[in-house]
């Protein structure tokens, strides 16, 4: 598949958000440690470059949910895949996800974890299309609201390609 990439965020203004975001989260979780939970496979960048940006300590660890396959549009169903290896008990857990659009996977996947019986539950998300939410769901954590357009790079794919592209690029298809 091809199609015209537009550069809606570049990998410097990224690195500038990732950056408050890591002070805003370090001093709200002070001395405690974190369970950063990285929702694969989208959020790897994202999830690599905010953990080296935290100066509180931090675990880390690993779900996968389905994604969107070969289609721009979600199934509106949440696949699990893979969990994360170790209990969530009185842990301090963050969830990173790349992209919050109808809410589905964030607000399954919260539930999922509380579970667990963590000592906080606390989500991330790099980008938020707000405008698509068919839940309510917040985090309490956002780098950039974007219209409702498909965005790839950083982490984010169509069909499994251009996650390894520095930017937040629009793919305009057709
Ligand atoms: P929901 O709808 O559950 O979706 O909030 C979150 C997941 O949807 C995928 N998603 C996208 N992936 N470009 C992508 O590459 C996009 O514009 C986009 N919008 C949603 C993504 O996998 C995210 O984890
Ligand atoms: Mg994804």
Not at 94 to 109: A, S, W
Not at 133 to 159: K, T
């Amino acid at each position: 598949m091809s199609g015209r990439l537009e550069v809606l965020l570049s990998a410097s203004r990224i690195a500038e958000r990732t950056e408050e975001l890591a002070v805003q989260i370090g001093r709200d979780y002070a001395d405690r440690k974190i369970l950063v939970v990285s929702v694969l496979k989208g959020s790897f960048i994202f999830l690599a470059d905010l953990v080296r940006k935290l100066r509180v300590p931090v675990q880390i660890d690993f779900l996968r949910v389905a994604s969107y396959g070969a289609a721009t549009e979600s199934t509106g169903m949440v696949q699990f895949r893979m969990d994360v290896d170790a209990p969530v008990t009185g842990r301090h857990v963050l969830i990173v996800e790349d992209i919050l659009d109808t809410g589905l996977t964030l607000d399954y996947l919260k539930r999922h974890l509380q579970s667990g019986q963590p000592a906080s539950l606390r989500t991330c998300a790099l980008l938020d299309k707000k405008g698509r939410r068919r839940v309510p769901f917040e985090a309490d954590y956002v780098g950039f609201s974007i219209d409702d357009q498909f965005v790839v790079g950083y982490g984010l794919d169509f069909d499994e390609c251009y996650r390894n592209l520095p930017d937040v690029c629009i793919l305009h298809q057709g």
